[in-house]
Antibody, heavy 120, light 106 residues
Framework: QLQLQESGPGLVKPSETLSLTCTVS??????????WGWIRQPPGKGLEWIGS???????NYNPSLKSRVTISVDTSKNQFSLKLSSVTAADTAVYYC????????????WGQGTLVTVSS | DIQMTQSPSTLSASVGDRVTITCRAS??????LAWYQQKPGKAPKLLIY???SLESGVPSRFSGSGSGTEFTLTISSLQPDDFATYYC????????FGPGTKVDIK
């Protein structure tokens, strides 16, 4: 049974860097059929794709966030990570990691999500 | 950028009702559309992909149709477990979600 679990600080100060890790269990992050993505949801609002990565390290980012986002993968730990720099209150959201079917398809399995609040 | 809209934003219905939600894209996305269900405090759950393909394990009362710029999600007979918010998502060019449709109890 595939499981994804987000982890990282729940509180980040403005202008600092948000860092989250997604640990994948019950499946290999090196599977050739899948990409691995990050999606966020501000409280009470809709969903926004942040970016995705293949196990080889190939990435795709949302153009509106690209200048601040870095997604990386650690195949030895079956994990992938998100860094979002220069955060503001507008980056307060529940952050989800997900398994994506192919390089440009839908999000098939999701983690439970983790709330990150940007506040001093 | 491809923008997605959904209507209605809120839908009040009763158990047993047939429910239809519409999703529109700002330009043609062929059939590159998915539907998700989200309950409060939970992650979205994939229901439909490629506009009309039912994800494994999803009840057959859910169905999707459409292509190009207009799509629909239909629940043939609403069940108590179906009260939730539904999102469409295009994956023709990057990934964009619709604003959601909340289905609540009438």
């Amino acid at each position: 049974q595939l499981q994804l679990q987000e982890s990282g600080p729940g509180l980040v100060k403005p202008s600092e860097t948000l860092s989250l890790t997604c640990t994948v269990s019950g499946g290999s992050i090196t599977s050739s059929s899948y990409y691995w993505g990050w999606i966020r949801q501000p409280p009470g609002k809709g969903l926004e794709w942040i970016g995705s990565i293949y196990y080889s390290g190939s990435t795709n980012y949302n153009p509106s966030l690209k200048s601040r986002v870095t997604i990386s993968v650690d195949t030895s730990k079956n994990q992938f990570s998100l860094k979002l720099s220069s955060v503001t209150a507008a980056d307060t959201a529940v952050y989800y990691c997900a398994r994506q079917k192919g390089s440009s398809e839908y999000f098939q399995h999701w983690g439970q999500g983790t709330l990150v609040t940007v506040s001093s | 950028d491809i923008q997605m809209t959904q209507s209605p934003s809120t839908l009040s219905a009763s158990v047993g009702d047939r429910v239809t939600i519409t999703c529109r894209a700002s330009q043609s996305i062929s059939s590159w559309l998915a539907w998700y269900q989200q309950k409060p405090g939970k992650a979205p759950k994939l229901l439909i992909y490629r506009a009309s393909s039912l994800e494994s394990g999803v009840p057959s009362r859910f169905s999707g149709s459409g292509s190009g710029t207009e799509f629909t999600l239909t629940i043939s007979s609403l069940q108590p477990d179906d009260f939730a918010t539904y999102y469409c998502q295009q994956y023709n060019s990057y990934f964009t979600f619709g604003p959601g449709t909340k289905v609540d109890i009438k």
